[in-house]
């Protein structure tokens, strides 16, 4: 369809118009959706003027953060530890925990950030991940969402603040974004601030669905990624490469991370259920089959899930 434009690459030759309902819910309210056939970044055409409809107080980025067990400082010596060794640091007891415990945080490379780094995580809700991390070791950390009701002070200096990211100053080590990207109206103004916050040897890392996937071509509009309408872009390699490009920042990796999700929640939307209806016509050896085509599909990046590490260019590389 010609004369609808891309608005990441500004393609309108051969775009397709996808009509997508809110399932997540079960509203049923209908948006239409542009399929890019240039970037193949689908983005919503129109964003509705009011979103609180789509964010009601039980959605779950604003529950209270609940942890299954309290922390004490033996378990906390033993956590950190974990990931002290994850981080490729020198740990006799993070290794011999690693033989049991999977990387708590696999989204964190090694030798890239310690326990001391500025850490700001941009859509952090009641910053649940924070927490996590704090319960870890991490001691420098803030927390940025518009949409809490208010600020959050948590013990030892956790800071949960109700504002934009241009709203926020200051430099940082590690900059975060888990699942909140695709839920902003302008993405490219998003890239420039996370430039302007992040520190010249910092990483940023964007973590959000993936268009031009296997999920999306098997089940189309009834795919979770789509998340209509509060998902408004769901990007591919090629769009985000767009993004970045003219900026002083760089994909420096990307790592498909799609699990059985994929498959369980887009297979309760075509069955005409909500994402928090049952799932019990998976039987656990039907989970672990979809984990395994979940695991496939990431080596062949064909996962609808990635995280994409930015960088900053080098002073002398620009």
């Given amino acids: 369809m010609n004369g609808i434009k891309c608005k990441i690459c500004s393609n309108e030759s051969g775009n397709e118009i996808i009509i997508a309902e809110e399932r997540l819910f079960g509203l049923g309210d209908k948006f239409e959706y542009i399929l890019c056939s240039n970037c193949k970044c689908i983005q919503i055409r129109d964003i509705p003027a ?6 009601p107080q039980d959605y779950y980025a604003f529950e209270e953060p609940r942890f299954p067990s309290k922390l004490n400082r033996f378990n906390f010596c033993l956590k950190r530890s974990l990931i002290n060794h994850y981080m490729g640091n020198p740990d006799i007891t993070g290794f011999l925990l690693s033989f049991i415990y999977p990387h708590p945080f696999p989204w964190i490379r090694k030798r890239e950030i310690g326990f001391d780094s500025r850490i700001l995580d941009i859509g952090t809700g009641t910053g649940r991940k924070l927490l996590s991390l704090q319960r ?5 950390l803030t927390g940025i969402d518009p949409y809490i009701t208010e600020d959050r002070i948590y ?33 490219a103004n998003v890239i420039n ?31 979770v ?9 769901l990007h591919t390699p090629k769009s985000m490469e767009i993004l970045v490009k003219g900026t002083d920042l760089f994909i420096d990796e990307i790592v498909f991370d799609s699990g059985a999700h994929q498959f369980i929640m887009s297979d309760k939307y075509t069955r005409g259920l909500t994402l928090f209806a049952p799932d019990d016509f998976f ?13 496939i599909l ?21």
């Avoid at 009011?50 to 964010?55: A, E, F, L």
């Avoid at 990211?165 to 109206?185: L, V």
């Avoid at 990431?298 to 620009?318: H, P, R």
């Fill in 50 to 55: 009011d979103m609180n409809r789509y964010y």
């Fill in 136 to 140: 870890s070791g991490f001691r420098d």
């Fill in 298 to 318: 990431n080596m062949k990046k064909q996962g609808d899930t990635a995280c994409f590490y930015l960088k900053k260019i080098k002073e002398q590389n620009k």
């Fill in 283 to 295: 039987s656990k050896k039907d989970i672990r089959k979809l984990e395994k085509e979940a695991k």
């Fill in 225 to 233: 990624g789509l998340d209509a309408p509060r998902h408004f872009f």
């Fill in 193 to 223: 601030h996370l430039s302007r916050l992040l520190h010249q040897e910092g990483v940023a890392v964007i973590r959000i669905p993936v268009a031009d996937c296997f999920a999306w071509h098997k089940y189309r509009e009834f795919w």
């Fill in 155 to 187: 013990k030892n200096g956790l800071r949960v603040l109700k504002k934009e990211i241009s709203e926020t100053d200051g430099k940082y080590d590690f900059i975060t974004m888990h699942h909140s990207f695709e839920h902003m109206p302008d993405p």
